[in-house]
């Protein structure tokens, strides 16, 4: 354990990185500081970077696989991802390295391993035997095009259709070709004229394995003898094929078209279809052939004991329904029922209880892969409903505009909002478990609640429970149900400031101890929401306007100015009437014709019902001002203690105090400063009228016109320049590069440098570097805090630094966190009784600060983070006393001081795709590492970092990717993930029966080693594909040749001794786990916690 000692500093003992700038800052200490020492626990041992999780939908989908034994799902994208869904709770995310699209996905039944084929003509064989899987083997395709790809059940023979038309083999245990190839014209011979096209599909007749059938695009269909290399049947068609389906006795087949038609055959006529159906065809008179439809991309044909077998199909509608959402189409019988999807589909998969083709499917549920959803259909029951999706896979429901991460929440808040947010929960689902049930939790090592809130598009706001590497919607908050909806585009008040989603989420601020929530919308409205577990109707609902106003003027000392007199509340007949206004307002629309003090949206004026969970408390919305519309806001901080919410834009800042429904403080960012404003700054436009505003607001229920202004609103202020000692370059101030508030901090800590105690207080950061703090007088708890006005006033504090400030917090005198006050939560809608009152009047906030219960001399330090550099000042003395310049050629997008190892750091993600973290408050580098560049505005917006070593960004627009930087976590890791495979016997082969076997007619095994092995085909051509050795490490390679279709007939005889235990242990541990409810993962917490307590005591 290291000491830190600030006198060393001062002496130049230690060796920290900005010493000389701070020594000759800190020796203007007061000589009477006893030596202060403060010690340093984290070490850079401490640190290691990792990804955890991926959490979401795949983005871009393009391929889809099913393992019906292991009952896992396998998702590949576009952008060459891989992500395996087990049971709820088990998911895994892999990456092709070339990023090439996934087309085809096939899984190795019951075996633990997937072959993948992508758009690079390369085919990967994947391990799944591993908690992280990993590629054993590839191999690239050099000459042809990879199109389709068939594995036949327990078979380690692949089939690969090419663009060419020809069909490869490949040995998926050594991942080598045979040398036993289908030539294209071989198996058109003389059928075809002309080239017969791609290869679309492949699959062996589920009866006799020796015979392959071949789709070619155009429209023929070859049945080829593997033993004799030759063409058994051609069934030509004039339309092209987009898939084939097998009836499982292996007499009959069915092929979909491009003209919305299905064709079956029978095996041994191939001279026309045994019949034609075309589903979604308006059948005309006169016997005509159906009008033709869009093509059917994909067709399923099941069988079932007891009744008629499923044809189930994607597209195919007619060309005259327009506007019509894709479609599933069940044919069952004399019933077709049309399943409406919100997206377009990629692709379906029928799930059924066999893996074998050759017996009857018994199909049980469709899984369909959508653009952006995942869809199961249940077709044991009528009516055809969906499962609900247990898998957090709504993260993009509307687009995420922002997002925030805490972790080592109050225990309470989870079941608080599950509570809530159950009762939001839609009905209509099947009743039957969730279908894809494979794989196995992993250990839950860590046991602290995390939270994870993000902010929509829509204005919505979704409540995460993040813990243990998993995540589970809550709650949803609409926040837009507040204002009036505009019925169309021509209706839409032309106030908007923006075309689209106006009701967007730009900034979310949330204290998870009082549980008030506060956010900024796109539109610059605020709204304060109280978390309530009563349902209200809100008669009216409160509302304020600000009029926040960009003003340069010629410097006036403050000396001069009139403070104007205070306004108690409940001067206005409500808080409706109540228009806040710094500066004179003109009327809603003035002389000139120019918009002026109108909201840019409508908050409803009919009674609201808010059911319980998040409740609205307070509306703010910023006003057009002569023409200009308000900036959107840029900061936003709400502390529950005070009962204050703050927020800034590139015009100014404004406070209001929610419980009276009062304007503290409407201030121009210039007029901050006061007298003390270190830039010159040229006035923006001369006024004969100037209304003082002195730290305060005047709150004018009437409307007053002033003057004309004398330069038109809309000429830009480009020439207007002021200089400033950042770089020594010249900038000057536009809407762009306005001084805008950054950063906003509540807390109690000494305001000026007289200070003997400290006081509530905000620091104000802005994109200039400066820092200014504001003093906060605040009446006493209880009725008086309802009376009395909170006074604020600017202290005449201002510090400096390079580049905009993006994060403030405090340290105490031992170097530990001095969190904002905040309040107890309570439910507000309950009448209190007269203790209750009593209590209430006593109660003071929170203040987690040790420094209130230390001596009043005891001093606290403000860690301050910019977008270059981090400082330490020394409170009250503001002195600097380290200094840590972050990046000189970058600039930090995120800084979070966070708690990691009952210790504190500064952890920042740069531009340059940088990931640092620093000790405190000596700022000691600790990590430094290059993670992900800036690529996008998504990350820069969606980053965050938070106790115990998380950190979390939205990677693509549909998911979440979770990080850490704990060593400890990086370790534990490992445990925590799930496995995907689990050892399950492979269900009995279908009885032949005594006649069939006597007889012939069963299924007809082949000896594919016979026909495809080196000994009979001979070597493939060296130069048609190259086979690459995967990464997947020594232990998955000798996992993959003893189990991975490797000796399978070993490997079965030792499942068959074992298969009466295993069996057994399955349906336990299957009724075991389906007992358990979502929160199981936490049982052994809570059985250790409560182990030593009677039953009545829970």
């Not at 209304?691 to 016109?705: A, H, M, R, W």
């Not at 970092?945 to 930087?965: C, D, K, M």
Request: glycine share 6%; aromatic share 8%; with cysteine.
């Amino acid at each position: 354990m290291r000491k830190f000692n600030i006198r060393k500093v001062l002496d130049g003992l230690t060796a920290v990185s900005a010493v000389a700038s701070a020594s000759s800052a800190a020796q203007q200490q007061q000589a009477g500081n006893r030596e202060t020492e403060i010690q340093e626990t984290l070490q850079s041992e401490h640190f290691q970077l990792c990804k955890t999780v991926r959490h979401g939908f795949p983005y871009q989908p393009s391929a889809l696989a099913f393992d019906p034994v292991q009952k896992i799902l396998a998702i590949g994208t576009q952008t060459g991802a891989l992500r395996l869904f087990g049971r709820p709770g088990v998911e895994c995310y892999c990456q092709h390295d070339s990023g090439a699209a996934v087309i085809q996905l096939q899984f190795l039944i019951n075996e633990g391993a997937l072959v993948s084929a992508l758009a690079d003509d390369t085919l990967h064989l994947w391990n799944l035997r591993q908690k992280r899987p990993a590629i054993l083997h590839s191999l690239k395709f050099n000459r042809e095009r990879i199109t389709f790809c068939h594995l036949p059940f327990q078979s380690k023979w692949l089939y690969v259709g090419t663009e060419r038309g020809n069909i490869h083999i490949v040995n998926v245990e050594s991942f080598t070709l045979s040398g036993y190839v289908i030539m294209w014209n071989k198996a058109i011979e003389l059928s075809s004229k002309s080239h017969p096209g791609p290869i679309v599909h492949i699959s062996d007749n589920p009866m006799d394995e020796g015979k392959l059938l071949i789709g070619f695009e155009s429209g023929t269909v070859v049945l080829w003898d593997l033993k004799s290399k030759k063409a058994d049947y051609r069934y030509t068609h004039d339309e092209a094929i987009h898939s084939v389906a097998w009836h499982h006795e292996g007499k009959q087949f069915v092929c979909s078209h491009s003209d919305g038609t299905l064709t079956i055959w029978n095996v041994k006529s191939p001279t026309k279809p045994f019949q034609t159906i075309t589903p979604h065809g308006k059948q005309l008179k006169d016997g005509k052939k159906p009008e033709p439809c869009k093509p059917i991309l994909k067709v399923e044909y099941k069988t079932t004991r007891s009744g008629e077998p499923f044809i189930i199909l994607s597209g195919g509608l007619s060309y005259d329904t327009v506007g019509r959402r894709p479609c599933l189409t069940v044919m069952h019988g004399k019933s077709t029922a049309v399943l409406e999807m919100d997206y377009s589909i990629v692709d379906f998969l029928t799930l059924c209880e066999t893996p074998y083709p050759n017996d009857f499917q018994e199909p049980y549920a469709v899984v369909v892969l959508l653009e952006k959803d995942l869809v199961l259909i249940d077709l044991a029951q009528n009516g055809y409903p969906i499962f609900e999706n247990p898998y957090p896979l709504t993260i993009h429901e509307s687009p995420v505009t922002c997002c925030e991460y805490f972790a080592d929440c109050p225990v309470d808040l989870i079941p608080a909002l599950y509570s809530v947010g159950a009762r939001q929960k839609r009905q209509g689902y099947s009743k039957k478990e969730w279908p894809i049930s494979g794989g196995n939790w992993g250990l839950i090592t860590q046991s602290y609640p995390e939270i994870i809130i993000t902010g929509h598009a829509d204005g919505s706001i979704k409540f995460w429970d993040a813990s243990a590497i998993t995540l589970q919607v809550l709650y949803k908050l609409k926040t837009a149900k507040v204002f009036e909806k505009s019925r169309n585009k021509d209706d839409r008040p032309n106030t908007d400031i923006v075309d689209e989603d106006p009701y967007a989420i730009q900034i979310i601020s949330w204290c998870p101890e009082s549980r008030m929530l506060c956010i900024a919308g796109v539109s610059a409205h605020v709204i304060i929401y109280r978390f309530s577990k009563q349902e209200v109707t809100t008669e009216v609902i409160p509302m304020l306007e600000v009029r926040l106003l960009y003003e340069i003027n010629d410097v006036e000392t403050p000396d001069g100015e009139q403070v104007p007199p205070l306004p108690t509340p409940g001067t206005g007949s409500n808080p409706q009437s109540i228009v806040p206004q710094s500066h004179p307002s003109t009327s809603s629309s003035s002389s000139d014709g120019l918009r002026d003090n109108v909201p840019c949206l409508k908050v409803k004026n009919s009674p609201l019902k808010q059911s319980p969970g998040y409740q609205i408390e307070l509306v703010i919305q910023l006003v057009w001002v002569s023409g200009e519309p308000p900036q959107q806001i840029t900061s936003l901080a709400v502390n529950s203690a005070y009962g204050l919410v703050v927020f800034g834009n590139c015009n100014g800042i404004a406070m209001v105090d929610y419980l009276q429904k009062t304007v503290l403080l409407n201030l121009g960012t210039v007029e901050l400063y006061g007298s003390n404003d270190p830039y010159r700054r040229e006035p923006r436009s001369p006024r004969k009228t100037r209304q003082p505003s002195g730290g305060l607001c005047d709150i004018n229920e009437g409307t007053v016109v002033p003057e004309d202004r004398c330069k038109s609103p809309t000429s830009d202020v480009k020439d207007n320049s002021f200089s400033r000692s950042r770089s020594s370059s010249v900038t000057s101030i536009d809407k762009e590069s306005r001084e805008a508030i950054s950063a906003l901090h509540f807390c109690e800590t000494f305001t000026r440098k007289a200070d003997t105690s400290p006081s509530p207080c905000l620091w104000v950061g802005t994109t200039l570097g400066t820092v200014l703090v504001i003093v906060l007088n605040l009446p006493p708890a209880g009725e008086q805090r309802l009376l009395q006005p909170v006074i604020v006033s600017p202290s005449g504090t201002i510090l400096r630094l390079k580049g905009a400030i993006l994060r403030m917090a405090f340290l105490d005198t031992t170097g530990s966190l001095v969190p904002p006050a905040h309040e107890p939560w309570r439910e507000h809608n309950v009448p209190e009784d007269k203790d209750d009152k009593d209590k209430s009047k006593k109660r003071r906030p929170v203040s987690v600060s040790p420094s209130s219960s230390q001596e009043i001399s005891e001093n606290q330090y403000a860690v301050i983070c910019s977008e270059k550099q981090a400082k330490i000042i020394s409170l009250p003395a503001q002195n600097c006393i380290y200094k840590q310049n972050i990046t000189e050629t970058s600039f930090v997008l995120r800084g979070d001081i966070v708690s990691l190892s009952n210790s504190i750091c500064l952890a920042c993600f740069c531009a340059n795709g940088h990931i640092m973290t620093f000790s405190l408050p000596s700022l000691r580098p600790l990590l430094d590492v290059y993670y992900l560049p800036l690529t996008n505005m998504r990350i820069a917006r969606t980053f965050c970092f938070t106790n115990n070593g998380q950190a979390l960004y939205l990677v693509s627009p549909t998911e979440i990717q979770r990080l850490t930087y704990s060593q400890e976590t990086c370790e534990n890791l490992q445990e925590m993930l799930g496995e995907l495979f689990t050892p399950v016997e492979t269900p009995e082969a279908p009885n032949r029966g005594f006649f069939k076997g006597l007889f012939g007619g069963g299924a007809q095994s082949l000896d594919r080693e016979e026909l495809f092995g080196e000994s009979a085909s001979g070597k493939a051509s060296r130069s048609l594909a190259q086979h690459i050795p995967g990464p997947g490490g020594i232990e998955g390679v000798k996992g993959a040749a003893s189990g991975v279709v490797g000796e399978l007939a070993r490997a079965r005889l030792a499942l068959d001794e074992r298969g009466q235990k295993l069996g057994e242990l399955e349906e336990k541990t299957a009724a075991m786990l389906y007992s358990a409810d979502s929160f199981s993962k936490h049982a052994h917490e809570m059985m250790l916690k409560y182990k030593d307590k009677k039953w009545y005591q829970f």
